[in-house]
């Protein structure tokens, strides 16, 4: 068996060689990004699905048709259900060492590179042939196990519909010229989820309300090209204990801002330029969004797994299995993961094979899906405060335990089946999850997952096939 490109331990050398222009908390980062706190346990984390990939390579790995190595599943081109279906299973195996927390695990955007690499088709305009680009990324990027963050979100400095930038001063990234070796981009996109801590940045086209041909563009480059900087927003790792920050101090993704000083982006990694027609369609033509999806949707399977355990482990602390409304609340979650789970599935047995032969999931249940998590996903994490009432409150931190006033803290905070300090870390999980900035940070994430929930809802209804169901009207009145 071939041994992949990254164990844990390179990935986060390589990571720590590419010596990226973060800022963090007004300064510029120095020495190891692996050693940072706002960094440290989300690399952990992302090498510990790679230390995985390695260990069971059967259900991690398939065999590169260039190379005949072993090379990630997630940039596997599917194009059978069973295919769909060990795909989906991989997903969430990885999804459950973070317990589906890592929004931005490599397979996601993964997804993403092998979507366009696969239908490199599309990018080919009347004059030009970027397709062989995206192509050559994908296959770069699968031999090289890379992993990715990814932008598509302009700075929200005007957001009527009438607005469009025309100051002196850039503020949305965009082309500024073109030279024999590539395009200059300068200005900020927002919203890289791991922006500082991959290996390339995936730039695809930002779409708003005005679009000129300077704003048309998609490509990707080292996160270490001259130029380009990350600025972090607040750590939300207040505590490296995984007593006191269970989850936070594993899984913090951080969230940038990506600003391109005077960027020069080879040719060769430009796959769209100033070609709206290729940028409208893209999306839909390579099933980008469908197989997006596919891996969210299992993603948020496995997270609300957890929220249950999470849920029950509470109710079994302090014993409050008889009371109705909470086997009500209970019931709530139990339906959202069956529904969640239901969906994905149906995805799959429809599933079909588009024009270049990937096996694509039905996009009608997973549109559903992302329609419905969003607006459920608060309403669990709600049920998860109100049947830990005041216990998500009174929470003694680990240095507590391991003081003088550890026996105060043993007989008042016993529960019903754990002991004080099981008890404790029971809630601070629950806590961590649902009301600590890094739980607030999850919630709105999965409000925001996909874009603009309404905007969601409203495409969710002009894309829907509803003629058949206007007729079963129509026929019955005639």
């Not at 081109?77 to 973070?98: G, H, I, M, S, Y």
Request: one cysteine or more; a negative charge; hydrophobic letters at 40%.
């Amino acid at each position: 068996m071939n041994k992949l490109i990254n164990t844990g331990i390179e990935y986060i050398n390589r990571i720590d060689s590419l010596n990226n222009e973060v800022w963090i908390d007004g300064k510029k980062l120095t020495g190891k990004i692996s050693e940072h706190p706002a960094f440290s346990g989300v690399l952990k984390s992302k090498a510990a699905l790679y230390e995985l990939q390695n260990s069971k390579s059967e259900i991690f790995t398939f065999l590169s048709p260039i190379t005949n190595t072993r090379v990630g599943f997630s940039f596997h081109q599917p194009t059978t259900k069973e295919d769909l279906e060990k795909r989906c299973f991989a997903t969430q195996e990885w999804a459950k060492t973070n317990l589906g927390l890592l929004g931005r695990s490599p397979d996601y955007v993964n997804t993403c590179i092998m979507a366009l690499g696969v239908g490199e088709k599309v990018f080919n305009g009347e004059n030009d042939n970027y397709g062989t680009h995206i192509r050559k990324i994908y296959e770069m990027a699968m031999e090289n196990d890379l992993s990715f963050t990814h932008t598509l979100i302009n700075p929200q400095v005007n957001r009527s519909i009438g607005y469009f930038e025309d100051s002196e001063k850039i503020i949305a990234a965009k082309i500024i010229r073109e030279t024999s070796d590539g395009i200059i981009i300068k200005g900020a996109r927002l919203l890289a989820t791991q922006g500082g801590i991959t290996d390339e940045v995936l730039v695809l086209p930002a779409g708003g309300n005005f679009i000129e041909d300077s704003y048309i563009f998609g490509f990707s480059i080292p996160s270490n090209s001259p130029g380009l900087r990350f600025i972090c927003r607040e750590s939300f790792v207040n505590n490296l204990s995984t007593f006191d920050s269970p989850l936070a101090s594993k899984f913090e993704e951080m969230d940038s801002i990506i600003v391109f000083d005077d960027v020069l982006v080879p040719w060769e990694r430009v796959f769209l330029y100033k070609n709206i027609d290729i940028a409208s369609k893209f999306y839909a033509e390579t099933n980008f969004n469908t197989m997006l999806l596919y891996q969210a949707v299992a993603r948020m399977i496995v997270k609300t797994e957890f929220i249950l355990g999470v849920a029950e482990s509470i109710v079994e602390a302090i014993n409050i299995h008889e009371y109705q409304h909470v086997k009500d609340k209970m019931s709530e979650i139990i339906s959202a993961l069956e529904i969640m789970k239901s969906l994905h599935l149906s995805s799959r047995i429809n599933s079909k094979l588009d024009r270049w032969n990937t096996m694509v999931p039905d996009l009608k249940p997973l549109n559903v899906a992302i329609y419905y998590y969003p607006r459920i996903y608060p309403r669990l994490v709600e049920i998860i405060q109100l049947i830990g009432g005041s216990g998500l409150i009174m929470l003694p931190t680990e240095k507590q335990f391991d003081s003088s006033i550890q026996t105060d803290l043993d007989d008042y905070l016993q529960c019903a089946n754990a002991t004080a300090e099981d008890r404790v870390k029971t809630f601070r999980l629950a806590w961590d999850l649902c009301m600590s900035s890094f739980g607030t940070r999850q919630t709105h994430f999965e409000r925001y997952f996909f874009g603009d929930p309404v905007r969601i809802g409203m495409g969710l209804y002009n894309g829907y096939p509803k003629d058949q169901y206007l007729n079963i009207v129509k026929n019955f009145l005639s």
